[in-house]
């Protein structure tokens, strides 16, 4: 294989591709000059205490919490390009309907059924017909176990239920990549395993997602890849059989020493 088409298959291979991203609020910066990438097909974790910018860098992917510098890539094409109002508007709708964003409050529209809250966005942002519509709400409906709940409203739902609605109305658009965060930690912990089957299956089919989240057995078992993020930096990284149980900085294993059982144990 010669040198450019080696050259052509590292590019291609960036899926996501974050370069030199930096968040500041002010003087606080949230976000100091990370750059990683993720692989299509990829599952990565991000992990790490709180306020170290795990979900402020999840954001930044979809231009929710624009940069402050540094550029966001999906597929080839940059997510946070400055452009004028109007072009930029177009662009990044455009962009987010190949982003599938799972919140940790659900957002679902409480005056809306599953089914309408399901339909809404493929109606409006793709022009398809009601009958398109329903009939997509119904396969990710049953993708998530939830199609007999399709005419139900929020209110009538557990928050496991909520969450897995909103899983089916992120994946109703078809996205491209799938984030998550902090999905399961407003739910009880009765109803967080609900979830997490979800996910491990849209895992099974290598949907991309990158998933911020405290639940370490659930990245250990799913994720190809650990983030561990503090102060607004990228500490460690690297398969989960290596960050867990071999990690290289003392920043890490005091992480895991407090939140990881296992890690406890074996470092005694």
Not at 220 to 246: H, L, Q, T, W, Y
């Amino acid at each position: 294989m010669s040198d450019t088409s080696t050259t052509q298959k590292s590019e291609t291979q960036k899926f996501v591709d974050i370069r030199h991203a930096q968040k500041s609020y002010g003087e606080l910066e949230v976000l100091k000059d990370i750059s990683l990438t993720v692989d299509r097909g990829e599952i990565v974790a991000i992990i790490g205490p709180s306020g170290s910018g795990k979900s402020t860098l999840l954001r930044a992917i979809n231009d929710l919490d624009p940069l402050t510098g540094g550029e966001v890539w999906l597929d080839g094409v940059q997510i946070n390009k400055d452009l004028p109002h109007r072009q930029y508007e177009k662009h990044i709708n455009e962009m987010r309907q190949q982003v599938g964003m799972v919140f940790q409050h659900f957002n679902l529209f409480p005056h809306l059924s599953v089914r309408e809250n399901v339909t809404m966005a493929p109606k409006l942002l793709k022009g398809i017909s009601d009958a398109e519509a329903n009939a997509l709400a119904e396969q990710q409906l049953t993708h998530v176990g939830m199609l007999e709940r399709i005419d139900y409203y929020p209110s009538q739902l557990s928050g496991g239920q909520k969450q897995r609605v909103a899983i089916a109305r992120a994946l109703a658009m078809n996205p491209k990549l799938m984030l998550f965060d902090e999905a399961t930690s407003a739910l009880d912990p009765e109803l967080v395993e609900e979830v997490n089957l979800v996910m491990k299956r849209l895992a099974e089919e290598h949907m991309t997602m990158i998933i911020v989240t405290h639940e370490m057995d659930f990245a250990a078992s799913v994720c190809d890849r650990v983030i561990f993020m503090d102060k607004g930096v990228v500490v460690e990284e690297g398969p989960p059989s290596v960050v867990f149980k071999n990690p290289t900085q003392e920043r890490t294993k005091e992480f895991l020493r407090k939140h990881l059982s296992q890690y406890a144990e074996s470092a005694k």
